[in-house]
């Protein structure tokens, strides 16, 4: 079964660009992971699918400022001009052998 | 456009089974290649996937909860529902229905707290 390990916090400044990282375990670096929103007090939201090779596919209504790539078992979320509405939990999912499981979450503090 | 709307007891006794039931709008339960999740969340933490059952009718748990769970669903209502056995305070959580596109969660209900308490 595989774990995605994502940093607790990360913080920038509005306006700026920022970087969010999800790490697959040992063994599972081909992965396919899957990026959710979750603003405070709301419901997650799906932002995209985004497979090893770094093509990844946004949900509905998603700003073009978010994109994603990857490295390896790294999976990343950018989002440019970053806006006071971007502060948020942003977790990554992944899926094995009919077993879902969720990154810790990582909380993005917009400076 | 698709809505999910979670409902059911917001309180349960401990030891007791929570039942929650998500209607399904703007969509068919039917249609294939779509799973039914529920998901929770504990006040101040993350996400933990419960389980779901598949457009075909297979059902898949979260082993550490396989034992308590049980999803289901109702065609003919357009709508799914979890029953969760043996509740504890351990269990107190915003809970989540979702749909997949095949495995991958695409869409959210807005959730509804469930809390254990006597």
């Known amino acids: 079964q595989p774990v995605l390990t994502q940093s607790s916090s990360a913080s920038a400044s509005l306006g700026s660009s920022v970087k969010l990282t999800c790490t697959l375990s040992s063994g599972h670096s081909s992965y396919i992971i899957a990026w959710h929103q979750q603003q405070p007090g709301k419901a997650p939201r799906y932002l995209m699918k985004l497979e090893g090779s770094g093509s990844y596919n946004k949900g509905s209504g998603v700003p073009d400022r978010f994109s994603g790539s990857s490295s390896g078992a790294d999976r990343y979320l950018t989002i440019s001009n970053l806006q006071s509405e971007d502060e948020a939990d942003y977790y990554c999912e992944t899926w094995d052998s009919n077993t879902v499981v969720f990154g810790g979450g990582t909380k993005l503090t917009v400076l | 456009q698709l809505q999910l709307q979670e409902s059911g007891s917001g309180l349960v006794k401990p030891s007791q089974t929570l039942s929650l039931t998500c209607a399904v709008s703007g969509g068919s339960i039917s249609s294939g290649g779509y799973s039914w999740s529920w998901i929770r969340q504990p006040p101040g933490k993350g996400l933990e996937w419960i389980g779901y059952?598949?457009?075909?009718?297979?059902?898949y748990y979260n082993p550490s909860l396989k034992s308590r769970v049980t999803i289901s669903v109702d065609r003919s209502k357009n709508q799914f529902s979890l029953k969760l056995s043996s509740v504890t305070a351990a269990d107190t959580a915003v809970y989540y229905c979702?749909?997949?596109?095949?495995?991958?969660?695409?869409?959210w209900g807005q959730g509804t707290l469930v809390t254990v308490s006597s």
């Open positions: 059952i598949y457009h075909s009718g297979s059902t």
């Open positions: 979702a749909r997949g596109w095949g495995y991958c969660t695409t869409d």
